[in-house]
């Protein structure tokens, strides 16, 4: 048994990791968001992803406003125990921008380029002034 069985180290960054959610289907990275310990814990008992909203400074269920769920099919911790990996079965956007993953854009010599299609009009999924 390692010394990182328990999962993840919560001791470090200030209780806050970054956690990467991929799509366990296509291994396509969706988004980087954060995970405290409660974030880890309900992820783990509901098996959908749950983040720490940094500007709200509250857990954030994904999907809770847009419907736009993660199941999480996988849990992975890196060597060092201070990342975490989510594979998951995204439904709908990832991107609170409205698409699938929040890597849409790709820097280029003329500079950064949408390479991806919007799925939905954020102003039509999210509540705006909460």
């Known amino acids: 048994?390692?010394?990182?069985?328990?999962?993840?180290?919560?001791?470090?960054?200030?209780?806050?990791?970054?956690?990467?959610a991929q799509d366990a289907g296509t291994g396509e990275v969706l988004m980087v968001a954060w995970m405290n310990a409660d974030a880890y814990a309900e992820t783990l008992q509901t098996g959908r992803a749950v983040y720490f909203s940094r500007s709200r400074n509250k857990l954030w269920r994904k999907g809770e406003e847009s419907g736009h769920e993660q199941t999480v099919r996988g849990i992975f911790v890196d060597c060092d125990a201070d990342t975490i990996l989510l594979k998951v079965e995204q439904v709908g956007a990832a991107c609170h921008e409205g698409y699938r993953s929040c890597f849409f854009r790709q820097v280029t010599p003329s500079g950064l380029e949408v390479v991806a299609e919007r799925l939905v009009d954020p102003a039509a999924v999210y509540r705006r002034g909460e």
């Open 1 to 20: 048994m390692t010394e990182f069985a328990a999962g993840p180290d919560f001791s470090k960054n200030g209780g806050l990791l970054p956690a990467i």
